[in-house]
């Protein structure tokens, strides 16, 4: 197995760990959400994966997809140091509009939210992006690319398909990637550090 898709061996809290927040993990019906979660966090992280039954057919889209035999019922959630400091603790929403009674949950009391994006379903982001502008919460969009290089969307293609506003940053991803998904994460809180800083007339 490579190792980048590996999910670490269990991390006891720092001591000197003072701030924890929580980040929402969003985005359309297999964009990765759960992926995502696993690969950065340093506890097993705690996952409501039911298998996929009769019940889908016609209602989730498996095109992009065909080998995907689990979904997220619930949530995903897993906890990433971020420094010795502050302490992320990753809620990863449900894709599917049937679930959506669980998205306010999983939004409320979130610093931010990283909104995943797959190119071939540009479509299916359009939820999650709407409700986390409805509840004014700063996020980035992260386009997952699967283990490979998307040639043929570049990131001003995405932002223009999702009609992004300019300050929304929009960077690349593999979910699969420990450090990639900590680098999302990173651009993240800074986003939202700067946004505080402007609201309060700093920058």
């Given at each position: ?6 999910e670490?061996?269990?991390v ?21 959400k759960?992926t ?14 039911a298998?996929?039954t ?56 979130a ?12 479509e299916?982001?359009?939820?999650s ?9 700063p ?8 283990g490979h ?11 223009e ?27 993240l ?15």
């Amino acid at each position: 197995m490579d190792s980048t898709t590996c999910e670490a061996a269990p991390v006891p809290l720092a001591q000197t760990a003072s701030r924890g927040v929580k980040i929402a993990v969003a985005g359309g019906f297999g964009a990765g959400k759960t992926t995502f979660v696993g690969a950065v966090s340093e506890i097993t992280p705690m996952r409501t994966e039911a298998e996929m039954t009769a019940a889908s057919i016609g209602t989730d889209d498996l095109s992009a997809t065909p080998s995907k035999t689990m979904t997220t019922v619930a949530f995903d959630f897993g906890r990433a140091a971020l420094s010795e400091s502050m302490v992320l603790y990753l809620f990863g929403a449900p894709g599917q509009d049937r679930f959506k009674f669980v998205w306010d949950t999983v939004l409320n009391g979130a610093l931010g939210a990283v909104v995943l994006v797959d190119t071939r379903r540009v479509e299916d982001s359009f939820p999650s992006l709407d409700l986390v502008e409805d509840k004014h919460l700063p996020y980035v969009v992260a386009h997952n690319v699967f283990g490979h290089e998307d040639q043929e969307h570049t990131l001003d293609d995405i932002r223009e398909a999702l009609q992004m506003a300019p300050g929304v940053p929009v960077l690349r991803c593999d979910a699969r990637d420990r450090q990639s998904v900590r680098g999302v994460l990173i651009a993240l809180v800074q986003h939202v550090l700067d946004r505080a800083d402007r609201r309060e007339g700093r920058a």
